[in-house]
């Protein structure tokens, strides 16, 4: 009886070991990424400052260009509200779709324990409740003096739930990778985030 209640805590243990390292490991966020360039090399001055369609006026656009902005920093862009180069015009949609893991013939509830790649859990779950969204972000860079768009990417990631403002930074770093000259025609970009 005491060798099974041993074995039962040295499993339990080395389950809440395998649990924690999966919270300590990375995610991997596969973007695919297409970016279409009118620049031969860096621009110099890079100063920016962020433009906004009409429909972009609200305050929860401030956060967006807050998110987009080290990643454009990243790249050798400067913000200069005063005395900018280019703009820079930023956009993202996030829309929750169905997971290609659920199972729509099952809508009953379960009970169990598990782990896996992302999580770790106990408890009850649904069938059909397994978050998966489909992001995208976008970034137009325009040069002032001419009004000309002289770069454009998008990046887009279908993948499962994250706080946005975790994942929407990398995606719009996935988007400005190959500045100024990218590779033509659609590529994927990885971007290890800490789990």
Known sequence: MKSSLNRWWAWLLAASVLALAGCASTYTLDNTVQSFSQLAEAPAPSTYRFERLPSQQHIDHAALEALADPALYQAGFRR?????????????????VLSPWADPWWNGWGWGYGYGRHYAFYGMWS???YPWYHREVN??????????VVYETRAINDGPW?????????????????FPVPPPGPRVVNIQLAG
């Open 162 to 178: 994250r706080d946005q403002t975790y994942v929407l930074p990398a995606m719009f770093q996935a988007a400005m990778q190959g």
């Open 139 to 148: 970034v137009i860079i325009r040069d002032l003096s001419s009004n000309r």
């Open 127 to 129: 069938g059909m409740d």
């Open 80 to 96: 200069d509200d005063n005395n900018p180069r280019y703009s820079v015009q930023v956009s993202a949609s996030v829309v929750r």
